[in-house]
Protein backbone atom coordinates (compact mmCIF):
# COMPACT_ATOMS: atom_id res chain seq x y z
CA UNK A 1 0.00 0.00 0.00
CA UNK A 2 1.38 3.09 -0.90
CA UNK A 3 1.47 5.92 2.00
CA UNK A 4 2.48 9.36 2.33
CA UNK A 5 2.50 9.97 6.02
CA UNK A 6 2.84 13.82 7.11
CA UNK A 7 3.55 15.13 9.99
CA UNK A 8 5.31 18.41 11.69
CA UNK A 9 1.87 21.06 11.37
CA UNK A 10 0.81 23.03 14.06
CA UNK A 11 -0.35 26.55 16.00
CA UNK A 12 3.29 29.12 15.29
CA UNK A 13 2.99 32.99 16.05
CA UNK A 14 3.71 35.30 12.95
CA UNK A 15 7.73 35.07 11.90
CA UNK A 16 8.32 31.31 13.50
CA UNK A 17 9.43 28.09 11.82
CA UNK A 18 7.87 24.89 11.14
CA UNK A 19 9.27 21.96 9.85
CA UNK A 20 6.95 19.39 7.88
CA UNK A 21 8.03 15.58 7.27
CA UNK A 22 6.61 13.65 4.18
CA UNK A 23 7.45 9.82 5.12
CA UNK A 24 6.73 7.61 1.76
CA UNK A 25 6.28 3.53 1.60
CA UNK A 26 5.10 1.18 -1.03
CA UNK A 27 6.53 3.66 -4.01
CA UNK A 28 10.38 3.48 -5.38
CA UNK A 29 11.13 6.89 -3.73
CA UNK A 30 14.29 7.73 -6.37
CA UNK A 31 11.57 7.62 -9.21
CA UNK A 32 9.27 10.35 -8.04
CA UNK A 33 8.78 14.26 -8.10
CA UNK A 34 7.95 15.22 -4.37
CA UNK A 35 6.30 18.20 -3.98
CA UNK A 36 4.06 20.23 -1.37
CA UNK A 37 0.76 21.57 -1.61
CA UNK A 38 -1.35 23.58 0.37
CA UNK A 39 -4.78 24.49 0.39
CA UNK A 40 -6.25 27.43 2.79
CA UNK A 41 -10.09 28.17 3.61
CA UNK A 42 -12.24 29.03 0.43
CA UNK A 43 -9.48 28.95 -1.96
CA UNK A 44 -7.67 26.47 -4.28
CA UNK A 45 -5.19 24.30 -3.79
CA UNK A 46 -1.92 25.88 -5.10
CA UNK A 47 1.55 24.38 -5.69
CA UNK A 48 3.84 25.48 -2.88
CA UNK A 49 7.30 24.06 -3.75
CA UNK A 50 8.37 20.43 -5.57
CA UNK A 51 11.88 18.47 -5.41
CA UNK A 52 13.10 16.10 -8.29
CA UNK A 53 15.35 13.07 -7.97
CA UNK A 54 18.12 14.97 -8.56
CA UNK A 55 17.41 17.67 -6.12
CA UNK A 56 16.05 20.28 -8.70
CA UNK A 57 13.68 22.23 -7.25
CA UNK A 58 11.22 25.18 -7.40
CA UNK A 59 9.14 27.20 -5.37
CA UNK A 60 5.59 29.28 -5.53
CA UNK A 61 6.63 32.88 -5.75
CA UNK A 62 4.84 33.77 -2.23
CA UNK A 63 7.25 31.49 -0.28
CA UNK A 64 10.48 31.57 -2.40
CA UNK A 65 13.23 32.76 -0.03
CA UNK A 66 11.35 31.60 2.95
CA UNK A 67 10.63 27.91 2.44
CA UNK A 68 13.42 24.91 1.50
CA UNK A 69 12.17 22.04 0.01
CA UNK A 70 14.02 19.13 0.61
CA UNK A 71 14.14 15.19 0.27
CA UNK A 72 16.64 12.23 1.84
CA UNK A 73 16.83 8.97 -0.01
CA UNK A 74 17.82 6.93 2.90
CA UNK A 75 14.59 7.55 4.76
CA UNK A 76 12.25 8.02 1.50
CA UNK A 77 10.99 11.58 3.41
CA UNK A 78 10.40 14.92 1.52
CA UNK A 79 10.85 18.18 4.16
CA UNK A 80 9.12 21.46 3.68
CA UNK A 81 11.01 23.54 6.23
CA UNK A 82 9.33 26.84 6.88
CA UNK A 83 11.00 30.20 7.75
CA UNK A 84 9.28 33.44 8.57
CA UNK A 85 5.87 32.80 8.80
CA UNK A 86 2.96 35.04 7.66
CA UNK A 87 -0.71 34.57 8.64
CA UNK A 88 -1.22 33.96 4.62
CA UNK A 89 1.02 30.63 4.50
CA UNK A 90 -1.96 28.99 7.13
CA UNK A 91 -3.21 26.39 5.23
CA UNK A 92 -3.63 22.51 5.63
CA UNK A 93 -0.62 21.21 4.04
CA UNK A 94 -0.45 18.27 1.64
CA UNK A 95 2.46 16.08 0.24
CA UNK A 96 2.50 14.48 -3.24
CA UNK A 97 4.87 12.44 -4.89
CA UNK A 98 4.51 11.65 -8.68
CA UNK A 99 6.35 9.96 -11.73
CA UNK A 100 5.47 10.02 -15.71
CA UNK A 101 7.94 7.08 -16.71
CA UNK A 102 5.77 3.88 -17.98
CA UNK A 103 2.64 5.67 -16.81
CA UNK A 104 1.13 8.24 -14.59
CA UNK A 105 1.37 7.81 -10.77
CA UNK A 106 -0.24 10.20 -8.21
CA UNK A 107 -0.38 10.30 -4.53
CA UNK A 108 -1.46 12.33 -1.89
CA UNK A 109 -0.73 12.64 2.09
CA UNK A 110 -3.79 13.31 4.11
CA UNK A 111 -2.98 16.56 5.22
CA UNK A 112 -1.86 18.78 7.38
CA UNK A 113 -3.09 21.74 9.25
CA UNK A 114 -0.65 24.68 9.63
CA UNK A 115 -2.01 28.08 11.28
CA UNK A 116 0.61 31.32 11.61
CA UNK A 117 -1.31 33.22 14.20
CA UNK A 118 -0.92 37.25 14.39
Known amino acids: QVQLVESGGGLVEAGGSLRLSCAAS????????MGWYRQAPGKQRELVAA???????NYADSVKGRFTISRDSSKATAYLQMKSLEPEDTAVYYC????????????WGQGTQVTVSS
Open 26 to 33: GIIFGRYV
Open 51 to 57: ITSDSTS
Open 96 to 107: NARQFLGGLSNY
